[in-house]
T-cell receptor, first 110, second 111 residues
């Protein structure tokens, strides 16, 4: 069964710290998504990547296809970054082959 | 922001009643999805659509049906709601690039 594992489940950081959230998947994928969900809020797509690295502002996403692993980095973290971060792996073929991790809850303290 | 809206946003209903959630998009995207989100689980796919009148089941489709008679609308129906269907339901859309856009969610409580 295709699976997606995220770590850590919960993360507390001080404002300004560098943050890393990890995502691993079980077999080869076509693409990987990083999503953000604020408390009580909707879900926003941050990145979709299939190789290498992408950067948007203070957010950086990387993927290592050989190691079946992706990371989301947040530089100079801020309390407004507090949210749940979700990775999702698209295994190709049917559009239904998108498997979500359970999310990492990030809290950034001022 | 992608034009995707869900309705209703909140609903409380009783066991055994039918419920329909609506997802409406203005992006003309081909793919539409219904997910449910529950504590301790990742988002789980209920049903998805790859075109008008073209739908397929997801991981947790039992007790749910869908219809897509127009590109812009994807309806999720619970024929006879049960307490286990209390959840937050998200609609999502994607086009040819594969990027996902989510609605704001519909919170359903079945008493």
């Amino acid at each position: 069964k295709n699976e997606v594992e995220q770590s850590p489940q919960n993360l507390t950081a001080q404002e300004g710290e560098f943050i890393t959230i990890n995502c691993s998947y079980s077999v080869g994928i076509s693409a990987l998504h990083w999503l953000q969900q604020h408390p009580g809020g909707g879900i926003v797509s941050l990145f979709m990547l299939s190789s290498g690295k992408k950067k948007h502002g203070r957010l950086i996403a990387t993927i290592n296809i050989q190691e079946k692993h992706s990371s989301l980095h947040i530089t100079a973290s801020h309390p407004r970054d507090s949210a749940v971060y979700i990775c999702a792996a698209y295994y190709g073929g049917s559009q239904g082959n998108l498997i979500f991790g359970k999310g990492t809850k990030l809290s950034v303290k001022p | 922001d992608a034009g995707i809206t869900q309705s209703p946003r909140h609903k409380v209903t009783e066991t055994g009643t039918p419920v329909t959630l609506r997802c409406h998009q203005t992006e003309n995207h081909r793919y539409m999805y219904w997910y449910r989100q529950d504590p301790g689980h990742g988002l789980r796919l209920i049903h998805y659509s790859y075109g008008v009148k073209d739908t397929d089941k997801g991981e947790v489709s039992d007790g749910y049906s869908v219809s897509r008679s127009k590109t812009e609308d994807f309806l999720l129906t619970l024929e006879s709601a049960t307490s286990s269907q209390t959840s937050v339901y998200f609609c999502a859309i994607s086009g040819n690039t594969g990027e996902l856009f989510f609605g704001e969610g519909s919170r359903l409580t079945v008493l």
